[in-house]
Every structure is written in C-alpha cells, then in structure tokens.
C-alpha cells in the first residue's frame, strides 16, 4: 500500500537527501505486457545537448536496477502527500533544512508537478527545497512555475542551461529572474545576455564534499545569481 511518502536517498556529495525519477520511458518487458510502460519519462523539456551528454543514460546502461527504482520512485511521486512526506522528514537521522528534488530526471514535467512540490513546501516551512529544473522552456509551465511555486521563501527553482542555449534565452531566464545553472563549458564565465560573472560551484570546481548543504551562494541563494557547474 502506498504510504504517500518519498523514496529519499542520502547523498555524500551534497550532504542532502534527494530523489529521483525516470528519464524515460520505461517498458514492460514480461510476457503478455509487451509494449506498455511501467512508468513515464519525466525529461520532457530537456535539450538534445542534455540528453546527449547525461551521464544518468550511461548510469542505466551499467546498473539495470536503476530502472527498477525509476518505476517505484515514479509511482510513490505520482501518489505522494505532502503531510506524509513533511513527517518522513522528521523522522530522518541527518540534516533536512536543505533537501534537493531530482538529481535523475525532470523536476517539474507538467502543471502536477508544480503543485505538488508546492504542498510539500507549504508543509515543510522550515526545510529548503532545491528544485533544479528545465521547466522554464515550456512557456505555460514557466509561468505557472513563478506565479505558484518559485515565490514561495522556502523553494529555490533553478533553470538548468547548457551550451546549446540561445543568447535570447539567457536573456529570458535572466530578465524573468531565475536562479541559473549552467554546464557544459568551463570557459564560460560570464553571462552571454548580461555580462554578469558566473558562481563557480566549490562542489564541482573545488571539490568540496558535502558543502551544498552550507554554501551561502550560487544554485541555493535567495537573490539571483548564476552558477557555474564543472564539466566532468
């Protein structure tokens, strides 16, 4: 029976709790369901450069069982209350003022999403919830996003950029006030709209375990800024 909780991991990394959800489409491979799927890819707003580059889709190729956990960690988001995930949270061992959304798969896919992750905030004031997110590319949900969830104080709504992104689409993101990710080239430094000097993230440039949690800038502040993430 589904609880209405979360399947929460521990990453070392980031020293946060975090989910996952799939990429894409998963099939049903027994006999008798051929062709129809267990569960429903959440990348739907990424880019051909992100998908080319994700090392998730190579992560699925070498453990088998991360489909598995896609289709379980699917049908729990899609059932989830936000009560029952507000008392998960308190009953967790390590820290849970800071916990990210998806590090695999889309954070906000369609208008569900974007009010779900809005109760589960509502309900946990005092954790801040990191939601890295493509959403901004699909204009209904961009402004459904900033109008219903990214203006809530505990909520940090990230638009992830990469290298294939327009100048016209920095200008966008920047000039709609999104916090900004951005991977996929270490030389760029500065914002290719505004001119603005990008954050380099200590995670990823320093090598700083577990400082995601603490860090004071970059992909968690509470006034713009945009983040610079190492190319691996």
């Known amino acids: 029976m589904n609880t209405g909780e979360l399947e929460w991991r521990w990453c070392d990394d980031i020293g946060m709790y975090a989910m996952d959800r799939p990429i894409n489409d998963v099939p049903d491979y027994r006999e008798g369901h051929e062709g129809e799927i267990l569960a429903k890819g959440s990348c739907d707003?990424?880019?051909?450069?992100?998908?080319?580059?994700?090392?998730?889709?190579?992560?699925?190729?070498?453990?088998?069982?991360?489909?598995?956990?896609?289709?379980?960690?699917?049908?729990?988001?899609?059932?989830?209350?936000?009560?029952?995930?507000?008392?998960?949270?308190?009953?967790?061992?390590?820290?849970?003022?800071?916990?990210?959304?998806?590090?695999?798969?889309?954070?906000?896919?369609?208008?569900?999403?974007?009010?779900?992750?809005?109760?589960?905030?509502?309900?946990?004031?005092?954790?801040t919830w990191w939601i890295p997110s493509r959403v901004w590319r699909n204009p209904t949900l961009n402004l459904m996003t900033r109008r219903w969830l990214s203006n809530l104080p505990?909520?940090?709504?990230?638009?992830?950029l990469d290298p294939s992104n327009t100048k016209e689409e920095w200008e966008q993101v920047e000039l709609e006030g999104w916090n900004i990710m951005f991977y996929g080239d270490n030389e760029l430094t500065h914002s290719p709209y505004s001119g603005k000097r990008m954050f380099k993230c200590p995670k990823t440039w320093k090598g700083l375990k577990d400082h995601c949690n603490k860090c004071k800038g970059g992909c968690l502040?509470?006034?713009?800024?945009?983040?610079?993430?190492k190319e691996h």
């Open 154 to 160: 505990n909520v940090r709504v990230d638009a992830s």
């Open 221 to 229: 502040s509470d006034t713009q800024s945009i983040t610079s993430l």
């Open 45 to 127: 707003h990424r880019t051909d450069y992100c998908n080319e580059t994700c090392y998730n889709i190579k992560l699925y190729r070498i453990y088998k069982h991360m489909l598995t956990k896609d289709v379980r960690n699917e049908v729990a988001w899609q059932a989830v209350n936000a009560k029952a995930v507000a008392k998960q949270l308190k009953r967790k061992r390590k820290q849970v003022l800071r916990v990210r959304g998806c590090t695999r798969g889309e954070n906000i896919k369609d208008l569900s999403d974007i009010f779900r992750w809005r109760e589960i905030a509502l309900e946990t004031p005092e954790t």
